[in-house]
């Protein structure tokens, strides 16, 4: 169990149903120590271990508030799984010619696997948004800047069920509307205060759904704004939704020149108090960045910040030139792992086991 969440808060949560406890908690303590904590699995085993013990054992008055916090978190494991499932099967089809076409089934498979976990990410992002919209409504209620925290984590939410469902087959059914609710609600929070991500949040939905928002207005130039907040303040939140939404547009241009931007500011470290939200956008455009990477080189990204060309196919040679096995053929021949005198040395050639 991770430091920041107390076993006598959840003796009682689980015990007594202390649901207003558990949101004080939550708001107060969890939240800034969980924040200072850039490690992602660890928050997110933190979101899978508490949310279904929460919600069970207080059915009729749920600790809502707690709920925006574990169900987001426990998106972010589910969407971890999907992108290296989804990185596993374009590493296989990079690498279709010299893998062979046996290895088209791995590829699907690990595409199907992806959609799976997408889905499951999207069920937890979703409720996580529902809970967010419970507690604080749609009409900007009066925040405390700690409420302020979980108002936000619960809309980035709410874009990442409707980003995940599509990534997913659309499983679990978020309404595509759900995206512009997140930019209206957005309007309640100040930009500048919090790193551009509201900012970024309306430009996310406008760029997504063409002439949703207001007609002077070019998403891609208030993503510019919003991302300058976000890199000079060290949460980059926002630099992740422009290099995400941008490639889900076809927008290849502004996805290198964002993660070339992301690069150089993520080498500038992050605010200290927020280190697991700047991490998390980190993953965001990483995984981005593996794709392009893939796409080209067939393996993922070596430098971030820096994106293959053309002319980089095959990627730098790790060896330098020298051929690290001494001229001999590492797969061919006698199995080395192979006991002495064991029947496989003296399996007749075209038996299984063979090495042809």
Request: proline letters at 6%; aromatic letters at 8%.
């Amino acid at each position: 169990m991770p430091s920041y969440a107390s076993p006598a808060v959840l003796a009682c949560t689980l015990l007594m149903g202390c649901s207003a406890s558990l949101n004080r908690f939550t708001v107060k303590k969890v939240i800034p120590a969980m924040m200072q904590d850039a490690d992602l699995d660890m928050a997110c085993h933190f979101g899978n271990t508490i949310t279904s013990g929460v919600g069970a054992s207080l059915p009729r008055k749920p600790a809502k508030k707690a709920l925006i916090l574990s169900s987001g978190a426990a998106g972010i494991c589910a969407e971890m799984e999907a992108r290296e499932a989804k990185l596993a099967g374009q590493i296989i089809l990079a690498n279709h010619a010299s893998l062979g076409s046996a290895m088209a089934a791995e590829a699907t498979d690990a595409r199907i696997r992806a959609q799976r976990l997408y889905a499951r990410a999207a069920s937890r992002y979703y409720r996580a948004w529902l809970n967010a919209v419970d507690v604080y409504g749609t009409e900007c209620p009066r925040m405390s800047e700690d409420e302020q925290a979980l108002f936000l984590f619960g809309l980035v939410a709410g874009d990442l069920a409707v980003i995940t469902d599509a990534a997913g087959g659309t499983a679990v059914g978020v309404p595509q509307s759900t995206i512009l609710d997140v930019a209206r609600a957005a309007e309640c929070l100040d930009s500048d205060a919090w790193w551009g991500v509201p900012d970024a949040l309306k430009a996310s939905a406008w760029a997504t759904v063409p002439g949703s928002g207001p007609e002077d207005v070019d998403p891609w130039a208030l993503f510019e704004t919003a991302t300058a907040r976000g890199d000079a303040d060290g949460v980059r939140i926002a630099r992740s939704l422009q290099v995400f939404t941008a490639a889900n547009a076809g927008r290849t241009d502004i996805v290198e020149a964002g993660l070339a931007a992301h690069g150089a500011a993520q080498s500038e470290g992050g605010d200290p108090a927020w280190l697991l939200l700047d991490t998390y956008a980190f993953s965001v455009s990483l995984f981005e960045s593996d794709q392009l990477w893939i796409a080209t080189n067939g393996h993922r990204t070596m430098t971030f910040g820096t994106t293959p060309g053309a002319s980089s196919v095959g990627g730098e040679d790790p060896f330098g030139g020298s051929d690290p096995f001494g001229g001999s053929d590492p797969f061919g021949g006698d199995d080395p792992f192979a006991e002495p005198n064991s029947p496989q040395d003296e399996a007749p050639e075209g038996a299984p086991g063979d090495h042809q």
